[in-house]
């Protein structure tokens, strides 16, 4: 069974508007065929699938984060046409369409005026390379259609040179008919068409807005029709949609007559550059008219991505193998971390980190790692690209004077284009963030630098960002696991700092560091990739009893020596706690848990406190 | 229906059926000839842009003017149509409302491009509205003389009666708007401004809605749902009313009628395609605004030829230019004047949501807003405002040689009145400035609440409960989110009295100082957040800029103006610079920020509390010493804090059993056990809102004999040990402080309990900041000049034993300043301490007693 044909039938349903109940039928019938095993991996998604190789007007799906919420549009939910010949009045359906047919009666009584709202979607940030390649891979293997356009690809390239020549309306003219994405071949020259109008060039003068530099992919203008109020902004969405990549809605303002915009009030409105980001060729950004979107929980190819009784039988069947899974993954983190087992444990913890709730201001469950006295020497780049073969989403930010005075991190609305500009702080849920201070050097931040630290200071500590929206700055709450890299004492807050003390000091750590890497098989990262997301998953609780375990436990270490351990030590400990048992697959923590991470606290303190003394000692 | 009617109605609307579906076009000539025929009588009258010339003999041309683009849904027949055919409206002047009679006559009409100058698209065809028409004559006839507009239910005479009557009666006893100030309130209200306008010139006459509605809910419903039919109807009923009674009053035009504050005030987060064509309130803050616009209302022609002119009217931002002169038939002919062309101003605005409107995690919306004529540059970017307009809804066209439309409207609002919500802020009246509105079960909660006896700890545990104890902390903190009343005592000469409680919170780093600033920050509506670390001291007052746009300098406003009315944190006070601290010294104690630089001289309203944290100067709090010495802080801005709290780790086993339990509680609590223990932070907020915007506790007597004695015993405590112990400004916290408690209760009156509640607080704050670590006293003069008594008797000791070692010696008019020290330090008994020696010689210095260049000491 093939999706895109269902979506066709929701079109004339429309037409015939016999049924007013028409758009719920058409969702529930979406809902209950999606939720159907394996179903939703016959459809296409625009992540994998070049845009060129989709059919305009199917049903494809697309991983991404709402990066923008534009202003809610008013479109024709139900308008008429007059056909010229006949004269005959015929009431479309203008949901789910960008563009309406042909003789628009715009003064019919019969046109309904309905709500939708546009949502600026990119794909995931920093989503790794291993979680794209997977789900490509999964989705090849069950997709039939990406296999026969590349068969068609060469036909249609000389279909659209004469095309090129030619006027392109001309193509669009016998679109008249409303089922006109009935002949696949004009489908398929219709699209590459769109391609190669919008050559290199304009691509490069539209800014995608992509948080992170360097990300590819499409970006995707969602067109958002029911439950406005649930989504909200960074947040991560499977969506399926209908495509649209009608080459009207191409229409630059380039070609505009400037003396018209003078005179017409209502295109006036808007600045070119509003233009620009608000109507991108669709060939660049399609517009995905969305059906049905989840939001994801983690965008880990290798977890059931629903909470059904499918994933909790993964979760039940997997937990047996955690513990186990827990010292191997321990192992390989040791032999990267140069033979530091603390620093191992730690950074375990920290990659199963996860803000799981918040009281009043305050962010629980975050747990920021400061690992001081890292190497120098591209030690960090490669110890990132092992954290990033692990997590599915993850950015290194290299702390440099340079770009931390260049960089934008905090996102920031651009009145003139109506608009927020990304920064590299937007970021989906979860994604690890690198902060690599070894390569910070002296001079001196500028006032962007500042703000910028600042940022990175407000991540940290609140586990937020303020968004700049020039007159007054809006806070975000995020969810993103900070890891630090320093040589000394960071300059940034952290929860728990951690000095490596490396047991081992290879000759040439590019290679030590790729054996350790090749040494591991893919089925093993694999288990590694799977344990990290679901130990984030995992519920978690304090029994009473331990409860009073505790508190027992901090009254005696406060007698002792009240200065030894604050609240805020306590506050670490807790979190460090639950980190520990949960990596161990255990939902409450237990005395032996609390022991435990006692114990390593200890361990670590008195090694900080040995660096201070160290460092002390020095001139 | 007779013939004439249809057939310019028809006109009308198949012009504009122009651009759409081009063979109207022959459909459309012979009537808008006919137009031309008319308009050329008076095509020799010198071109007034917005005033086309009236006389009696051109009713049509008022007509056009008036109402020459609003929505071509037949909803105004014009008046040729009026003079011949048997349907009238109302009484006959109203039927030529341009020039009805006596002094209306010399008043130009001036078009209202915000009610009709974007046209909408649902209009009606010449086929469906034959039909419909004549529906509506048969009602007529059968309804006895009851014509409506067309597609309304409005009812011109019936319309315009109950406007004057309204104007002519409405009295509201009880308005407390500041543009009502110097009216007589049980008089009717709009004659009063009716006479204002007579007297000003001003012919704007602004309605508010909500008295329209008390007035006549019918009416009210009316101008909501169409207030492009409505209004002019009240335009013409409150011309005809001035004239009767101002008959010989010149204004520059008529008057038109502004209404305001629809009751339907929305936020644009909830504007919904029912909306369209409505009169809608939303507030918002304004972002952008375009350069004026001038937009052609009418096209002037000539003919190169025979010097023939037409006037071509602007249809949907179009212009039909004529292909053939008339008068000589020339083809292609006819040229544009432009300076005979009528223009009228608009602006366009950009519109963003407020802040506070909207939900978290979603990004703010925007509107567009186009102002007309005298309200264009009325707003500037960054004005907090309220529209009133009429919200519209454009399709889209892509491209006119294309067929196929973009299924997609434009919206706007064209604006009839703008209001400024912050506008008062400059002005000083403030009380209500939140114009937050509270429902009436809200009320109930809230005041339910505050009868509770136990309603101050409540709230006070309800305040960052993540923050674990530290109740008189939160306590202070509760009552400067409430903060006194406000007193004005500017006719004596003393200016405002300050009504907002400042915080200092020192203490050890960890002691969730910041966690606390930022509940705070987070729980006010206006709150800033800054760190003395990263701010500067145009950061917190202002700076001038060069708009890139305008290249005009502008000022920006920094965190402690934008916190006007709210609370400003900053923390890490003990790292902000110097200069930045020092303009601190201001706005504590005057509430004002003064500017002068860049060539704007002026003074902004600050009236923001100012809550702080600092750490120690040795990241430890040193017992030892006293508070200024722990966190060097000057203490001339030390004592502009009302409340001085020490927050230190107590270190006490009971004390520590809770905290651990507190906190593990934190980590396994579902958020339901969470929020059945505390208050919603919502509640507290409204809670905290209502109270600030209705009460206004005055100190009763008792209350003023107890702050009486506070006072005294404060002093008497000094003056034992012959030394100051309280200040004025001591009394005043005391008196801002009890106030504050008794907005906590709701209650109108100050108290004893209230004062006593202030006095404990005071005397908390004082006990844990002031007091002399060497003497154990509590000690005002620690805070107010830095030092407490016994120091500066000290100082003075040492001083003089200097002065009278270098006497000793005799006379040697230069010493070595090393040797003197070491020479000091034998003497004296107890330690002397460089510091010490340099504070003597300083002393001695400033008697003209010696003076120190570098290394030596001179005597002089």
Known sequence: MRMWFVCRFCCPAAQSNSNPEWEAKVLEYFKGQLREKESHSWVPSLNDVPLHYLKPNSLVKFRCLVQDMFDPE??????????????????????YKDVTECGVDLNSRNTVTAERQTFYCVPIPGESPWAKEISFLSAARVVPSTSYVPSRQKRSYEEDDDDMDTQPQKQREPHTEPHGNGDSKRQETEAPSSQTTAPSDCSSHLDLNFPLPGERGPAC???????????????????????????????LGEEKDPSLLLLNPTESMETPEEQRAHDPPASLVPRLHMLYARPLQHNNPLLPSAPTEDQSAFVSSFLVEMASVRAELLAYLTHVL??????????????????????????????????????????????????????????????????????????????????????????????????????????????????NITALGNLISWQKVDYDFSYHQMEFPCNINVLVTS?????????????????????????????????????????????????????????????????????????????????????RMLVVARLLSLSLGQTTLSRDGWMRAKHIDMLRRSRTEQQKSLNGNEP | MSSPTSTPVGSKRSRDDIPVTPSSDGLASPPSQRRRGQDSSNGDLPAMPTSPATDIASPAVHDTSLFSSPRRSGNFLPSEVDMSSPLMYGTPSSRVEGTPRSGVRGTPVRQRPDLGSARKAPQVDLHTELPSADGAVASEQAAGQKLVIWGTDVNVGTCKEK?????????????????????????????????????????????NCSHVQSFDADLYRQLISYPQEVIPTFDMAVNELFFERFPDSILEHQIQVRPYNALKTRNMRSLNPEDIDQMITI????????????????????????????????????????????????????????????FSDKQMIKVQESPDDMPAGQTPHTTIVYAHNDLVDKVQPGDRINITGIYRAVPMRENPRQSTVKSVYKTHIDVIHFRKTDEKRLHGLDEDSDQKLFTE???????????????????????????????????????????????????TGRGNFRAEVNILLCGDPGTSKSQLLQYVFNLVPRGQYTSGKGSSAVGLTAYVMKDPETKQLVLQTGALVLSDNGICCIDEFDKMSDSTRSVLHEVMEQQTLSIAKAGIICQLNARTSVLAAANP??????????????????????????????????????????????????????????????????????????????INPRLNEEASQALIEAYVDMRKIGSGRGMVSAYPRQLESLIRLAEAHAKVRFSDKVETVDVEEAKRLHREALKQSATDPRTGFVDISILTTGMSATARKRKEEVAQALKKMIQSRGKTPAMKYQQLFDDLRGQSEAAITKDMFEEALRALADEDYLTVTGKTVRLL
């Open chain 1, 338 to 451: 140069l033979g530091d087992g603390l620093a191992a444990e730690y950074l375990l913890l920290h990659l199963i980190s996860n803000v799981y709730t918040r009281r009043d201001v305050l962010p629980l469950g975050k747990f920021t790692l400061n690992l001081s006295g890292c190497p120098l020497n591209s030690y960090t780049e490669r110890l990132y690209q092992i954290v990033q073969q692990l997590v599915p989403c993850s950015y290194r930010l290299s702390m440099s004077l340079h770009t931390m005075n260049s960089m934008r991190l905090v996102p920031k609305k651009d009145y003139v284009a109506n608009r927020l500009v990304s920064g590299a702080l937007q970021l989906a849920r979860n994604t690890s963030l690198f902060l690599d201070e070894t390569q910070l050097e002296q001079g001196q931040l500028d006032s962007s630098g500042v703000r």
């Open chain 1, 487 to 571: 040589e000394g004492r960071s300059l940034l807050p952290s929860d728990c700092q951690v000095p490596l003390q490396p047991q081992v000091t290879p000759p040439n750590m590019e290679e030590y560091l790729t054996t350790i890497h090749m040494a591991q098989f893919t089925s093993q990262i694999n288990k590694f990739r799977v344990y990290l997301s679901l130990a984030r998953t995992l519920d978690y609780s304090i029994s009473d009893e331990v409860t009073k375990a505790v508190e027992d436990d901090f009254v005696d270490m406060r007698k002792d020596d009240p200065q030894s351990v604050t609240a805020e030590d306590l506050h």
């Open chain 1, 74 to 95: 008013f479109y024709m939910g139900v308008y008429e046409t007059v056909d010229p010949s006949t004269k005959a009045n015929v009431l479309r359906c203008g949901k």
């Open chain 2, 283 to 342: 507030s918002g803050m304004v972002i952008r605004t375009s350069q004026l616009i001038p937009e052609m209302q009418e096209a002037f022609f000539q003919c190169q030829v025979c010097a023939f002119s037409t006037r071509v009217e602007v249809d949907r931002g179009r212009i039909a230019e004529p292909a053939v002169c008339r008068n000589c038939n020339t083809t292609h002919s006819l040229a544009l004047i432009h300076n005979r062309s009528a």
């Open chain 2, 163 to 207: 406007f004057q009557r309204f104007l002519q009666r409405f009295i509201d006893p009880t308005s407390n708007e500041d543009e009502n100030a110097g009216l007589d309130l049980n008089e009717p209200l709009y004659m009063q401004k009716l006479e204002e306008i007579s007297v000003i010139g001003e012919p704007v006459l602004n309605v």
């Open chain 1, 221 to 251: 203008l969602v067109k958002v029709y029911e439950g406005l109020d649930s989504f909200k902004l960074n947040d991560t969405l499977e969506i399926y949609g209908i495509l649209s990549v009608n080459p009207v809605l191409t229409v």
């Open chain 2, 617 to 694: 100067v040795e990241s430890q709090w040193n017992p030892k010493k006293t508070t200024i010495e722990n966190i060097q802080l000057p203490h001339t801005l030390l004592s502009r804090f009302d409340l001085i709290f020490l927050m230190l780790d107590p270190q006490d086993e009971a004390y520590d059993r809770r905290l651990a339990h507190h906190l593990v509680a934190l980590y396994y609590q579902s958020e339901e056990q969470i929020e059945e223990e505390f208050l919603d932070m919502a509640v507290l907020k409204d809670y905290i809102a209502y109270a600030r915007t209705y």
């Open chain 2, 441 to 491: 079960e809200r009320v109930q909660t809230l005041k339910e609440l505050a009868a509770k006896p136990d309603v101050y700890e409540r709230l006070s545990s309800a305040l960052a409960p993540s923050i674990y104890e530290q109740e008189d902390i939160k306590k202070g903190i509760l009552l400067q989110l409430f903060g006194g009343t406000r007193k004005d005592f500017s006719q």
